[in-house]
């Protein structure tokens, strides 16, 4: 899909973009933009906007409500186009290759650079969004917050984190923010879910892991999403990635959120693993010994 959005971007001219510029400012005021409302927006004249409203439409980049007034939406492509087309005036990437992943919120692609890299699209907000937007069109909007804003605050937080973190933390290498994307370097490892580890490795992957915890804690951020999902294990070490929800130590569920990751990954090996992974260990303790980075390897917290 996004892929086409990137020859979709080689194929929009200049005015094309006030235009999606012009309606993503009216959405922070609106779900739909009254189209009355866009040559001021956009700076463009009725006719031009009348003009570029349908190219863009062709292009599934923005939508459409005719009922109570004429009113435009960007659609996710238009947002993509945005941001990449930003990210392109800027030589941050030179063009968007294969889809490296899908997650719940997020579309992940190669890029093209000076090397090999990987782009982020955050979607949170996106499909509530449009449910809430189908069931709600026409109530006041004065309480209206934009998918864009909650898309955008996300991929910002992940952005922080990463910048913070690396290189202290095994984390991808942030390269370039804009919108509800990020650039960051592409990770060369598996997912630890669908890694196949050799028994004999699978408590020293685990400690690698804790480890990082530790040293994140240290630098101030829990992750607070864990999961054999969010770590890509490779010859070089392992690597923990998808950041968006990470909170500060000061945070008051801190502490909280720092024992669900480390239950969550104890629970993950034990499964996984059962038979290398010590059964006795105390999460509490695991988790105290995180925070205090004083954790050395989990063998230590076995009874
Ligand atoms: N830097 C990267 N290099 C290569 N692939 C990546 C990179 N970042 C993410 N991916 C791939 O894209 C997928 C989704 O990324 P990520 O986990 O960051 O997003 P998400 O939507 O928040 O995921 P989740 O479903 O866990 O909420 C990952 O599982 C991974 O396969
Ligand atoms: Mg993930």
Not at 6 to 14: G, I, K, Q, R
Not at 21 to 39: A, D, H, L, T, Y
Not at 224 to 235: G, I, K, L
Request: proline fraction near 4%; charge should be negative; hydrophobic fraction near 35%.
């Amino acid at each position: 899909m996004v892929q086409n959005v990137a020859s979709v971007v080689a194929d929009l001219e200049p005015e094309d973009f006030y235009l999606l510029s012009g309606i993503e400012q009216g959405m922070r005021f609106s779900r739909w933009v009254n189209r009355e409302k866009i040559p001021e927006y956009s700076g463009l004249t009725p006719e031009e906007v009348a003009y570029r409203l349908d190219r863009c439409m062709q292009r599934d980049l923005v939508t459409r409500k005719t009922i109570q007034y004429e009113g435009y939406q960007l659609e996710f492509e238009g947002y993509d186009a945005l941001a990449l087309r930003a990210f392109s005036e800027r030589d941050t990437i030179e063009a968007v290759g294969a889809p490296l992943g899908v997650g719940k919120e997020s579309d992940v692609y190669e890029v093209q650079s000076y090397k090999p890299l990987a782009l982020k699209f955050h979607r949170e907000g996106y499909t509530n969004f449009r449910k809430v937007s189908r069931g709600r069109d026409y109530t006041a909007d004065h309480r209206h917050v934009s998918w864009l804003y909650t898309a955008r605050k996300a991929a910002e937080r992940e952005y922080e984190a990463l910048s913070e973190l690396f290189p202290v933390v095994s984390v991808p290498r942030p390269v370039d923010h804009n919108r509800h994307a990020i650039v960051m370097d592409k990770l060369d490892g598996v997912e630890l879910a669908r890694a196949k580890l050799d028994p004999s490795q699978a408590v020293g992957v685990l400690d690698l892991i804790l480890r990082e915890i530790a040293t994140a804690y240290g630098a101030g951020f829990v992750h607070a999403d864990m999961s054999e999902y969010n770590v890509s294990v490779s010859e070089g070490g392992v690597t923990i990635f998808d950041w968006p929800q990470a909170v500060s130590t000061e945070h008051d569920n801190a502490r909280e959120l720092l024992e669900r990751d480390v239950k969550n990954l104890l629970g993950y090996f034990r499964r996984k693993y059962p038979t290398d992974t010590p059964e006795s260990i105390d999460v509490g303790d695991v988790t105290t010994a995180v925070a205090e980075s004083s954790f050395d390897t989990v063998r230590a917290h076995a009874k």
